[in-house]
């Protein structure tokens, strides 16, 4: 596997590979996943705006995640894997190319959101050292739709 920084021109990539990923998740959240509505032009905004980062296998990409930097934090957010690459390491490779690049930046934490519709995603970022800082509601919801987690960084 090979990680590397995303650039503009790999927007028709990303743009299939999270819509790939979260394909799944159609009709299973509510409220329904913004990543199934992704296009170059909004991924592109969060390219400018922060970074991304694509893991290739045998020069297919495979995988990506986006990340950008907060006052007092790296957010993490949009890891995507293709579903026939899962439980391969690509992920927890993404997670921790995004770890190293904010202890490079001297950022002390890395965050991310999790859906709290979504329990096995959760059990899996705390088996990588992640812990729920807070929960949050989507716009029009009262009980809580999702949590954010956070890991400290030595």
Known sequence: MT????TAADLPAL???????????????????GALDETEETLGQ???????????RDREAVGCAFYHRE??????GRLSVLPA???????????????QRA???????????????LPFLRAY???????VVRQEAHVGYAAPTSVVMEKELP
């Open 71 to 76: 006052r007092d934090h790296l957010y993490l």
């Open 15 to 33: 743009v299939s590979l999270v819509r790939a990923a979260f394909e799944e998740y159609r009709d299973r959240l509510d409220p329904p996943s």
């Open 3 to 6: 990680l590397r920084e995303a």
């Open 103 to 117: 202890r490079a930046l001297r950022v002390p934490r890395v965050q991310l959101g999790v859906r709290t519709a």
């Open 85 to 99: 690459f899962r439980r391969h390491g690509i992920a927890q490779a993404l997670t921790a190319y995004v770890e």
């Open 46 to 56: 969060a390219l400018g705006a922060g970074f991304a980062v694509i893991a290739y």
């Open 125 to 131: 970022y705390e088996r990588l050292g992640y812990r």
